[in-house]
């Protein structure tokens, strides 16, 4: 009888937690997908797959826009519509809270649109860059690199004033890409800001010293050592400056350097290595989050507004704060892709560090 009087009591408690909601938690666990595409790494990939991907590349930048021109008078591709909208918001997506968010939602509906409107049957390739510098290999040996089975390589080398503050330490290249299946692709956006349409090449300035100072697994481990979001997220992006740049700006700067596109902070995504990178820095944080990943699909803070670390102009991004990719999707809230194995994501990693 006690025995019995005991359950009850405790069903008693839990249909009262139900209820009333006692126990509520507010971001409660959402339904998780149950067939998530999964990102392999580049060189993990088939060179049939390779070659699929690459295709479906050539095809969005094909694809006819879909931003009014009213917006961005130089678009001439689907592929364009991206940079637009990452060119657009360039200030209210870097150096804030939402910086990792933004970028994984980003990046999953480019792969959605290489998926649904160019036939692409498989998941965003990522780019693991410690396996390409120092001890483990050499940048510019990269198979993202290769010529028939990747990305292309480096441009020639230009010169730059070596009093130019942008001159990327150790830079090696700055010209219109030689090779690869890219060597033709017109690049309309920008430079910075500008989206009046300048047609010109895909431009690479590789430095195999800034990619080794900031990419190796050395910078990886101390990243993922962080105690918590804020932090995290503060050390991926590093400061504005090229002495305080963290995994983020080593890959930007180690292939964009001062004159390749991946190094210019709007128009980044027109080198297409942009999404490599990006489904990088995604696993290292889906990486992070799967540490003690109960509590940090909850784990969200930083600044709303530009570089206010102290919170002294706006306060911290929470989980309801929303992310936009213009013309490309529907928005979203920050919860909505703090899981990417949730209600709205549904891709997983084949492994992670
Ligand atoms: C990682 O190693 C590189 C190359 O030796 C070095 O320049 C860099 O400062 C190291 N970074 C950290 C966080 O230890
Ligand atoms: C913002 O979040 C950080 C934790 O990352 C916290 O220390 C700080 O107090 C928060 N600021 C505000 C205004 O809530
Ligand atoms: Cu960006």
Redesign the pocket.
């Known amino acids: 009888m006690a025995r019995f009087h005991g359950v009850s009591f405790i069903i008693l408690l839990l249909a009262c937690a139900f209820t009333s909601n006692v126990f509520a938690n507010p971001y409660p666990p959402r339904k998780e997908c149950k067939n998530p595409i999964v990102r392999r790494e580049w060189r993990q990939l088939s060179k049939k797959d390779r070659l699929s991907y690459l295709n479906a590349v050539q095809c969005i930048l094909q694809k006819p826009p879909i931003t009014p021109l009213s917006v961005a008078p130089g678009v001439g591709s689907r592929y364009d519509d991206f940079i637009a909208t990452h060119i657009l918001q360039t200030f209210s997506i870097h150096y804030v809270g939402h910086f990792l968010p933004w970028h994984r939602f980003f990046t999953a509906v480019y792969e959605k649109a290489l998926r649904s409107e160019c036939g692409y049957k498989g998941a965003q390739p990522y780019w693991d860059w410690t396996l390409d510098v ?1 001890p483990n290999g050499q940048f510019a040996a990269s198979p993202v690199f290769d010529a028939n089975y990747g990305f292309g390589g480096n441009g020639p080398f230009v010169e730059v004033p070596s009093d130019n503050p942008f001159s990327v330490p150790g830079r090696t290249g700055g010209g219109c890409i030689t090779n690869g299946p890219l060597k033709d692709m017109v690049v309309r956006m920008g430079p910075a800001a500008d989206l009046s349409g300048n047609p010109r090449c895909l431009a690479r300035d590789f430095s195999p010293y800034f990619a ?2 900031y990419l ?1 697994a ?2 990886t481990q ?1 990243t993922l050592s962080q105690p918590d979001f804020g932090w995290f997220n503060t050390v991926v992006e590093g400061g504005p400056s090229f002495e305080a740049s963290g995994l983020h700006g080593g890959g930007h700067y180690g292939v964009g350097g001062t004159l390749g596109q991946m190094g210019d902070l709007y128009n980044s995504p027109a080198d297409p290595i942009f999404y490599m990178h990006h489904a990088n820095l995604d696993r290292v944080w889906w990486s992070w989050q799967k540490r003690d990943l109960s509590a940090r699909l909850q784990d969200i803070s930083g600044p709303i507004n530009l570089m206010d670390y102290s919170n002294t102009i706006g306060g911290n991004v929470t989980l309801s704060f929303p992310l936009s990719t213009g013309v490309n999707a529907d928005d979203v809230m920050i919860q909505d892709v703090m899981n990417i194995r949730g209600e709205t994501l549904c891709y997983d990693y084949d492994r992670i560090y």
Do not use: A, K, L
Request: no cysteine.
């Open positions: 120092p080794g100072r190796g050395n910078m101390m």
